[in-house]
């Protein structure tokens, strides 16, 4: 084994996301190379305040640019990056995550410029020109292939979450550092739960969105979901899921459409109907009847035995408009933005708060700053969102089963063990929860400290610095 005697210094640090949920981006240089993980946008703040703060590095030095998952938080500001800095650099993400992406954006144009408030569009981060430029720009990657840009060789590996997730592995000199975007390794009804990387990783970038926090088992959410929806439409109630447009939906209509074929006769024929309300519905699910071929065994199972794609749901219809919507009786609406910011959830629920009947079922993680975090506090009025002055009273009842596909703290602590990273850097959590995060991986690695295994764990916040040093780099072997 031949080594290295001169030190370097790997350095990480965070332009967002870092104690917080929200607009994460971080960087990494090692040995002259600088890759970019992850461009997003903060949820809880709009135009140029929900961007990472790009003004506090240099973009033009960065060579690689990876995107994990197409989420808000991850992709949005993307082509903010890509068009209106002095960013060059190679832009790599999977294929269903560009697909997606593409919409997604685009929809993310029109809610910022109509819902933000700013009366001239100048104030917008970017248009769907420049949307349309940085995709034609974009490389896609397969999982499990390695592409070597200039020295940087990077991998993607599943990462569950969503569809079209990835964690990537990315290999400078020998020095190996596994990043793993949002993921999750339960078993999902469509997805590939996260893998580990065949090859050891020396630092390992991890989320923490559910700190030390434990699931309850899906079966029990899955039940306590179908239940608690099942009786509210009974009574005649109607039920708000706020979802975002893509991704974990697509797993509660599965769970919901199942159910609805269970209990036809009592919700079946339109009896109840069930909504997805988006304006992206149709553009997004043609994306999941594409992709079938990239999920796991279950589900392309169930598309081979039954000759029918499962994204083509029975009991559920696309809504693209609330004007198209005649609000009578008993109803299942699943509406996007996720965290209630504005938009069709947002107007949907300030027409069903006001009655005790409904429900308001919360199935994502709600960002710090946003309604969905909010609501949950049951707040007796919530203010509207075209007239800030004005109360709309609070009587429906507010519910959180969470399908948000983190891992929680078992499986997250099962992992780090089996990746066996000596440095632990977290990400992707608010302060408090990261923090007991922290401690308990400190505490279940106390036996190796002081020996040369020690696991070192960092939670540095956004712009501070995590400087590694690798005496002996191994070169070959
Ligand atoms: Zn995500």
Redesign the pocket.
Known sequence: EQTQLSKTALKFFSLGGSNEVGRSCHILQYKGKTVMLDAGVHPAHQGLASLPFYDEFDLSKIDVLLI????L??AASLPYVMQRTNFNGRVFMTHPTKAIYRWLLSDFVKVTSIGSGFSDKEENLYTDEDLAESFDRIETIDFHSTIDVNGIKFTAFHAG??LG?AMFQIEIAGLKTLFT??YSRETDRHLNSAEVPPSSSDILIVESTFGTATHEPRVNREKKLTQLIHSTVLRGGRVLLPV?AL?RAQEIMLILDEFWSQHSEELGNGQVPIFYASNLARKCMSVFQTYVNMMNDDIRKKFRDSQSNPFIFKNISYLKHLDEFQDFGPSVMLASPGMLQNGLSRDLLEKWCPDEKNLVLITG?SVEGTMAKYIMLEPDVIPSINNPEVSIPRRCQIEEISF???VDFRENLDFIEKIGARNVILVHGESNPMGRLKSALLSNFSSLKGTEDEVHVFNPRNCVVVELEFKGVKVAK
């Open positions: 994990s998952h197409f989420h938080d991850h979450h969503v997730a975007g949002d975002f991704g993680y948000a596909a983190h």
